[in-house]
């Protein structure tokens, strides 16, 4: 069983209880494509704004931007291995994701729920630093966001 915890850092998220099951329904999804449904740990997500995300992208990543997402794993972890007591902190930036959304003309809730797939993964040894490596982690997201009944991320129709 993963516990999650839920803290709200800008008020233009919806709110806290909506967000929960949101992350509670994503994460036992992603469990269950994994064949990890029985693992125990704990599970943070940030809901924030470009203002906190920028500082933290700045102070732990030396990118002084804002960006939709960041992972902060608690324990290094291999994939399928062994996950800790803490899997880690997912951090998410409401103005940016609402931008990126409305450019690749995909409704909000489709995208956030994308880039809590992502970042979840990264917390359970995902990365897409080569492309190998990238195209294990996109199809997996792709794999979950269908299940979600999310279309392809990955298929964009940005406007011009």
């Not at 972890?77 to 609402?98: F, H, S």
Request: aromatic share 6%; with cysteine.
């Amino acid at each position: 069983m993963i516990t999650i915890d839920i803290a709200v850092h800008d008020k233009s998220w919806m709110d806290k209880k909506s967000l929960k099951k949101l992350v509670t329904e994503i994460v036992e999804v992603t469990l269950k494509r994994l064949s990890m449904q029985h693992i125990s740990s704990e599970l943070s997500l940030v809901f924030t704004n470009n203002a906190e995300i920028c500082y933290l992208n700045s102070a732990w990543r030396s990118q002084g931007k804002a960006t939709n997402v960041l992972s902060f794993p608690a324990f290094p972890i291999k994939i399928g291995g062994k996950v800790g007591p803490m899997l880690g902190d997912i951090i998410l930036a409401r103005e940016t994701i609402e931008q990126e959304a409305t450019k690749q003309r995909k409704p909000f809730i489709h995208h956030l729920s994308h880039l809590i797939v992502h970042g979840f993964l990264h917390l359970l040894g995902y990365d897409h630093e080569n492309d190998t490596d990238a195209a294990i982690m996109e199809t997996i997201e792709q794999e979950i966001v269908k299940i979600l009944a999310i279309p392809d991320p990955y298929t964009v129709s940005a406007l011009d």
